[in-house]
């Protein structure tokens, strides 16, 4: 009845799954008069358990590869605009004739303005990458010692003796 209460949690999602699994090899069945689990049976809890642990997985890292992107093209991007701006400056300067601040002033100040943007973009794309990749291990890491109390429970419990 509590499960209804964590909705999208990932653990949540691990012990539905499991709970699913027991519930079909009981067949509906109550636990303190139905037959000892065989090993097989566990195997199958333990499968279904890894199973709902790696779709969680999946679906925290969905969008990661956005961040991922973000933080490898944006340097790029700036440098980009770089050698952009350092392109016009020259040419401003060939139009001209002449290697004045006013004829090259435009064409530095995009270059540097392009490189502060892709850094601007890169680093907390980087950084926020980094810490939510961080907290899906932490989260993976911790959905795998609950499967393991999951599965220590109904050994403990249901399992043959």
Same mark, same amino acid.
């Not at 642990?53 to 944006?74: K, P, W, Y």
């Given at each position: 009845?509590?499960?209804?209460?964590?909705?999208?949690?990932?653990?949540?999602?691990?012990?539905?799954?499991?709970?699913?699994?027991?519930?079909? $090899?009981?067949?509906?069945?109550?636990?303190?008069?139905?037959?000892?689990?065989?090993?097989?049976?566990?195997?199958?809890?333990?499968?279904?358990? %890894?199973? &709902?642990?790696?779709?969680? #997985?999946? %679906?925290?890292?969905?969008?990661?590869?956005?961040?991922? +992107?973000?933080?490898? #093209?944006?340097?790029?991007?700036?440098?980009?605009?770089? /050698?952009?701006? $350092?392109?016009?400056?020259? &040419?401003?300067?060939?139009?001209?004739?002449?290697?004045?601040?006013?004829?090259?002033?435009?064409? #530095?100040?995009?270059?540097?303005?392009?490189? /502060?943007?892709?850094? &601007?973009?890169?680093?907390? &794309? @980087? /950084?926020?990458? *980094?810490? @939510?990749? *961080?907290? /899906?291990? +932490? $989260?993976?890491?911790?959905?795998?010692?609950?499967?393991? %109390?999951? @599965?220590?429970?109904? %050994?403990?419990? @249901?399992?043959?003796?």
């Amino acid at each position: 009845a509590d499960r209804k209460e964590f909705g999208s949690s990932p653990f949540a999602a691990v012990f539905q799954a499991g709970l699913a699994e027991l519930a079909l $090899i009981m067949g509906g069945g109550r636990p303190s008069i139905a037959r000892p689990l065989t090993m097989v049976q566990m195997d199958g809890i333990e499968r279904s358990l %890894e199973r &709902a642990i790696s779709e969680q #997985v999946m %679906e925290l890292r969905r969008h990661l590869i956005t961040l991922a +992107t973000t933080a490898g #093209v944006a340097p790029f991007v700036g440098l980009f605009g770089t /050698v952009w701006g $350092i392109m016009k400056a020259f &040419a401003a300067m060939s139009m001209t004739g002449s290697a004045s601040i006013s004829s090259v002033a435009p064409g #530095v100040s995009a270059a540097l303005t392009t490189t /502060v943007a892709g850094l &601007a973009v890169a680093i907390p &794309a @980087l /950084v926020g990458y *980094n810490y @939510l990749m *961080n907290r /899906v291990r +932490t $989260i993976t890491m911790t959905m795998e010692n609950f499967s393991s %109390e999951f @599965l220590s429970t109904v %050994e403990r419990n @249901l399992g043959e003796r």
